[in-house]
């Protein structure tokens, strides 16, 4: 076989020498039906085909040359052989071969860019070309490339993934987990690469490959803050096995302002982990959210027992007390903080205090008084007397008509002060 193999690439060479293009051409046949593979013929027979103006042919023999030196990443060949492509004569050529030329020497002019020192420009023609012909699979993939050359992992991955959101809507998985396959080497954890990867198992019914992606794109996902595919990621996790993700799961839907399933997912990870505190506070603020005073008079009880010199705690557990009817202990609470605020000299603090006591109780006599004397013990006149009048008013309400007087008497040697 190799002595026949040298005589048949004698005979075309000889031919060629004669220029006998189509006699050396039908060697060259022989040659590729030995080895289908074998670039150096492919590209001979493309300048066989040319010498002969048979460019449509010659077109042919030149891409399926370049085809399999560029899978050889045998780059300089490919070079040398796109020069001769762009030499043809698109005239002799059928309309199919004329977009497939235009497509490669469109490339060509974006990898001179590139090659001039020009990505940015490159990339811009490409994005021109994809802008033209969206389903242009060859610039995508080339510019996809450039980008990669440049260390533009997300506008690479971006590509890609469009390319496989087509083949997806044909029904080409296999077209599609290629794209995904090289979208993993470049971006393994990367939101679109495991969003695609996640899609992909799912279609194929391959239950270990979701299990592990879905895994990974919840997390992922809530990091970038897509809660609703997180959500629907996660849910697939844990379908699959993944029960260590319904924390996780807890805290999207309490994100999403999901409270009422929140708090069902919260409940249920309290119930298995009872002394976990985090989960005690996540539902309370979700109880809260949906005004379940009673069971958050519950929590907010257990959390304060814990810890209670925890002042924003108290606070919350004061505002519970009111919904659920306990306003003096509600009071208690935050006559305590008052006191503390007294002595370390917080004014403002104090009187704030006062103020939400008077929101739910108007008509306490107590703080009203502790208010007026407060004003004046700080020297504010306008706001004294405002406050002692609030406190005649509520003496007045009450029938208290001496004790009236007597405030009465306070406001008009105030109002006489200069």
Known sequence: MSEDKNIIV????LYVQSGEWYKAIEEYKKLLAMDPEDAHVFNMMGDAYAKKEDDQDSFDAYMTARGIYSKQGNFAKVSSIEKKIQKL?????DLKRRHVFESVTKTLEADRMAAEGN?????????????AEPINFSYREKLASLYLENAQVAEAVEQLRAIADIHLEAGRLDKAQAMADQMAEMDPEGYDTLKLLGELADRKGDQDTLSRVYDRLSRVAYGAGHLDEAKMA????????????????????AELRLSAEAKKEFELLLADNPEDESLVAQLLSLE????DWNAAFTHASLLTARYPEDAALQGRLARILIQVGKKNEATQIYLKQAGAYLKEGKMDAVL???????????????ILKKKAELYLKLGKKAETINAYKQFQKALDQKKMSEESRKIGMIINKLSGLK
């Open 10 to 13: 004698k005979m075309a060479y």
């Open 288 to 291: 809260e959210d949906l005004k």
């Open 119 to 131: 990505p940015e420009e490159a990339a811009a023609y490409y994005l021109k070309l994809i802008e």
């Open 89 to 93: 004569n698109t005239g002799r050529m």
């Open 352 to 366: 704030g205090i006062f103020d939400q006591i008077l929101a739910y109780e108007p008509d306490h006599l107590d």
């Open 234 to 253: 996660v849910e697939k996790a844990i379908a699959s096995g993944h029960q260590g993700l319904r924390p996780l799961h807890a805290k999207i839907l």
